[in-house]
């Protein structure tokens, strides 16, 4: 048992040493004794409750911080990691924080406690930003093509304003990907990323997504009401997707919230201002829409501030061959499966396709290649039936042959001439130009190498027809 002056002493070494460190810490931080008398506030506490460092020391944690748990926890020297209190400033305005409690003990004595305080604004700002992060990059989208190339590049341009920006394109084409690779390169990127499929959600909830409300705004609403999605969006970007169904009532208040950047929520009377980028995105040709009255012609000027389309893979076929490898690699890694390879039957056979789901569909047809194919080798029979079907009028003996490997299913090399590849090579060299880096690329979109295009062009008596 050590005398009275001994702990005396040793709990003010251990004040002494408590007041360097929190001197250089970045939030609120208070020290009390064992019955909660304030005995020291690092710099940060004295801003935010606007009191000297004399007037809370001399008061009791009470006096200052609403929390029923806080002085029964110091009391008993237990820790606390996270408790919801009020912190009363000078002039008796409440604000939200966080309190954490770390006991100290003096020869196994309770001495007092550390509290640490962080605004529950900034606490729930930190969980907004790790729930709504983005996942892709103007790095992981995928093509060379000159029109994906420049779409790239005139969304990066861009990327660094606020101004609202209109995504047009088909379904599966990859809006939201450039969505969110615009906000990752914005001056927003440190904040929130929050989206919306205005066509997921049934109307009658669709406001209060958007907009939150207060409690009891209606029946079965959150005790404490709920913020909408332009609340957490606050300093990031809100992504509107599938705009052009969105019901008319609710894009006359959208549009006024675009105008005046405040909201109300739904069973409120506060206006509450926003702080967000909005990029909208649609599938729909929402000038037809206009004429028919289904869409407001005055929303549509404001979101088409800058106008962004996305084309469709059929537009952008030289993108293909990347496309499939970059997926291929993914679902080996992904699913656990094995690299396999590609014959020029097959590939061809997905050159022809049409892709009417687009980015969406082709990366579903590999995934499905992936799981079923048990060889090495990914043949025409490989595929889904709706890509097996294609020309099979035109080409019968593709259906008729028994599923093996032919000739025409080695990877990469077309080891016969016929008509159909005749017409394959050529399309790849007109699409490409005639100059060797052309022919490199018609190559490379073939899946073989360049001096098997030199070969077949010999055998066709083209190579003279597209030399320089």
């Given amino acids: 048992m050590q005398p009275p002056e001994k702990l005396d002493e040793e709990k003010k070494r251990l004040l002494q040493e408590v007041e360097v460190l929190l001197s250089m810490v970045p939030v609120p931080v208070v020290v009390t004794d064992a019955s909660g008398n304030i005995l020291h506030a690092n710099a940060v506490a004295e801003s935010v409750w606007k009191r000297s460092q004399i007037t809370l020391t001399n008061k009791h944690i009470r006096d200052v911080v609403e929390g029923e748990e806080i002085e029964a926890l110091i009391e008993q020297g237990k820790p606390a990691q996270k408790i919801s209190v009020r912190i009363k400033d000078a002039a008796n305005f409440l604000h939200m924080y966080e309190c954490r409690i770390r006991p100290l003990f003096?020869?196994?004595?309770?001495?007092?406690?550390?509290?640490?305080?962080?605004?529950?604004?900034?606490?729930?700002?930190?969980?907004?930003?790790?729930?709504?992060?983005?996942?892709y990059t103007f790095s992981d989208i995928r093509g060379n093509s000159d029109i994906i190339a420049s779409l790239k590049s005139q969304s990066a341009h861009?990327?660094?304003?606020?101004?609202?920006i209109l995504i047009r394109g088909e379904s599966g084409t990859g809006k939201e990907v450039f969505a969110q690779a615009i906000h990752a390169t914005s001056t927003r990127k440190d904040g929130p990323f929050v989206a919306l499929n205005c066509?997921?959600?049934?109307?009658?909830?669709l406001e209060s997504e958007l907009f939150g409300y207060e409690e009891g705004s209606f029946t079965g609403a959150?005790?404490?009401?709920?913020?909408?999605?332009?609340?957490?969006?606050?300093?990031?970007?809100?992504?509107?997707?599938?705009?052009?169904?969105?019901?008319?009532?609710?894009?006359?208040?959208?549009?006024?919230?675009?105008?005046?950047?405040?909201?109300?929520?739904?069973?409120?009377?506060?206006?509450?201002?926003?702080?967000?980028?909005?990029?909208?995105?649609?599938?729909?040709?929402?000038?037809?829409?206009?004429?028919?009255?289904?869409f407001r012609e005055d929303l549509y000027f404001r979101l088409n501030v800058i106008p962004l389309y996305v084309p469709p893979l059929r537009n952008r076929k030289e993108d293909l061959y990347d496309?499939?490898?970059?997926?291929?690699?993914?679902?080996?890694?992904?699913?656990?499966?094995?690299?396999?390879?590609?014959?020029?039957?097959?590939?061809?056979?997905?050159?022809?396709?049409?892709?009417?789901?687009?980015?969406?569909?082709?990366?579903?047809?590999?995934?499905?290649?992936?799981?079923?194919?048990?060889?090495?080798?990914?043949?025409?029979?490989?595929?889904?039936?709706?890509?097996?079907?294609?020309?099979?009028?035109?080409?019968?003996?593709?259906t008729k042959k028994p599923p093996t490997e032919t000739a025409h299913d080695k990877p990469y090399e077309i080891s016969t001439i016929n008509e159909k590849e005749t017409e394959l090579i050529l399309q790849a060299l007109q699409r490409f130009e005639k100059s060797t880096e052309g022919k490199k690329k018609a190559a490379a979109s073939l899946g073989i190498?360049?001096?098997?295009?030199?070969?077949?062009?010999?055998?066709l008596r083209y190579e003279k027809k597209f030399s320089k």
């Fill in 158 to 164: 861009i990327a660094p304003t606020d101004s609202t």
């Fill in 106 to 135: 003096v020869y196994r004595k309770v001495a007092g406690a550390v509290l640490q305080f962080t605004s529950a604004q900034h606490a729930e700002h930190k969980e907004r930003i790790r729930k709504h992060t983005v996942r």
């Fill in 323 to 398: 496309l499939i490898h970059y997926f291929m690699k993914k679902c080996s890694t992904r699913l656990g499966k094995e690299q396999k390879r590609l014959s020029s039957q097959a590939l061809k056979r997905l050159y022809d396709y049409h892709w009417p789901g687009n980015i969406r569909e082709l990366e579903n047809v590999v995934e499905y290649i992936m799981n079923l194919e048990i060889g090495e080798l990914i043949t025409v029979t490989s595929l889904p039936s709706s890509l097996r079907k294609i020309d099979e009028e035109a080409m019968p003996e593709l």
């Fill in 222 to 294: 959150k005790k404490g009401g709920k913020e909408g999605r332009f609340e957490m969006a606050r300093g990031g970007t809100l992504f509107l997707d599938e705009i052009g169904d969105m019901p008319l009532f609710l894009q006359a208040k959208l549009l006024r919230v675009l105008q005046e950047r405040r909201i109300e929520r739904i069973g409120g009377t506060d206006t509450i201002p926003i702080d967000v980028r909005v990029i909208a995105a649609t599938h729909k040709n929402l000038e037809a829409m206009i004429a028919d009255g289904r």
């Fill in 449 to 459: 190498s360049l001096s098997t295009l030199y070969r077949r062009l010999q055998k």
């Fill in 199 to 205: 066509a997921a959600i049934p109307e009658s909830l």
